[in-house]
């Protein structure tokens, strides 16, 4: 997992200082706090993007595995928009369409069928 993490680091700062040089100081100092506020939006109105989705469940319009890739994404794409890098910014604005978090749905949550309650 750190080795990971390393290669994240190198290539955040990597991508990070060679965009920030063909972009300019100012430039990038104001794509890093306007990516911050779409963040903090995001994130804020996850709330009701919450409650509408279960609202969804509830009326048997929407599943639970669904439910899970419409909130869980969004909110993780808010936070890595938040955190300052423009690799978390790229990775942050993709998470926020469908086909993304589809195709990691699919790759990185298990399947409800995997799992087996035993209620002893």
């Keep these: 997992m750190k080795i990971y993490f390393l290669i994240y680091l190198f290539v955040e700062i990597v991508l990070s200082v060679e965009i920030a040089s063909q972009l300019g100081g100012l430039i990038t100092f104001l794509e890093v706090i306007v990516t911050a506020?779409?963040?903090f939006f995001i994130f804020r109105s996850g709330g009701f993007i919450v409650l509408s989705n279960l609202s969804r469940v509830a009326r048997g319009n929407s599943d639970l595995n669904s439910f899970e890739k419409d909130t869980?994404?969004?909110?993780?794409?808010?936070?890595?928009?938040i955190i300052p890098g423009f690799l978390t910014d790229i990775i942050g604005i993709l998470l926020q369409f469908g086909f993304i978090k589809n195709s990691l749905k699919e790759k990185l949550l298990p399947k409800k069928d995997d799992f087996t309650i035993d209620m002893k």
């Design 72 to 81: 869980l994404f969004p909110f993780l794409g808010a936070i890595l928009l």
């Design 37 to 39: 506020i779409i963040g």
